[in-house]
T-cell receptor, first 114, second 109 residues
Framework: KAGVTQTPRYLIKTRGQQVTLSCSPI?????VSWYQQTPGQGLQFLFE???????NKGNFPGRFSGRQFSNSRSEMNVSTLELGDSALYLC?????????????FGPGTRLTVL | GQNIDQPTEMTATEGAIVQINCTYQ??????LFWYQQHAGEAPTFLSY????GLEEKGRFSSFLSRSKGYSYLLLKELQMKDSASYLC??????????FGSGTRLQVQP
């Protein structure tokens, strides 16, 4: 079974631009979570989607948004990029997003904002 | 709030045993995960504890004490490929994972 895939793997943008990242979960997984990883803050939870609905949200500004499609694929968007948005963005999928479900991570998208 | 602490760095010798500790203070605790992350790669799942006690999986074992807010990951027969960051993550009532900053383990010959 294929793992979680994310595209693109690397991205360079400039301040003020917007960016869209894509995540395809493991087949059969319906929950998709997004995380931001930086050297200073570690892994921080952005949001979780299940059945095309945002079910859970972390403490990030409204510039960060996402959505999920009927095939469970998910996208996240960051508008008005800031230098501090440079990070590795990781997507993780799980079966139902239940408390006992294990999350499996994709390889990440490394975003650099210049 | 949510708080998870783990040592920043550890060094151990090939063939030895190392224990990586993690303490947590979270609301609505629903289990403790350990992930391994090699540089430039995604975290990979190692173990999950929701009840007190030891879970053994090959060379890796994980322990949880809910009353003490404490967990550890035990790595036996260390290999050079075990050099990586080890992330402790607590699942809260809202299903999100709160991660510690990670422990960078360096295995030396």
């Amino acid at each position: 079974k294929a793992g979680v895939t994310q595209t693109p793997r690397y991205l360079i943008k400039t301040r003020g631009q917007q960016v869209t990242l894509s995540c395809s979960p493991i087949s059969g997984h319906r929950s998709v979570s997004w995380y931001q990883q930086t050297p200073g803050q570690g892994l921080q939870f952005l949001f979780e989607y299940f059945s095309e609905t945002q079910r859970n949200k972390g403490n990030f500004p409204g510039r960060f948004s996402g959505r999920q499609f009927s095939n469970s694929r998910s996208e996240m968007n960051v508008s008005t990029l800031e230098l501090g948005d440079s990070a590795l963005y990781l997507c993780a999928s799980s079966l139902e997003g239940l408390r006992t479900d294990t999350q499996y991570f994709g390889p990440g998208t490394r975003l650099t904002v210049l | 709030g949510q708080n998870i602490d783990q040592p920043t760095e550890m060094t151990a010798t090939e063939g030895a045993i190392v224990q990586i500790n993690c303490t947590y203070q979270t609301s609505g605790f629903n289990g403790l995960f350990w992930y391994q992350q090699h540089a430039g790669e995604a975290p990979t799942f190692l173990s999950y504890n929701v009840l007190d006690g030891l879970e053994e999986k090959g060379r890796f074992s994980s322990f949880l004490s809910r009353s003490k807010g404490y967990s550890y990951l035990l790595l036996k027969e260390l290999q050079m490929k075990d050099s990586a960051s080890y992330l402790c993550a607590a699942r809260t009532g809202r299903r999100a994972l709160t991660f510690g900053s990670g422990t960078r383990l360096q295995v030396q010959p």
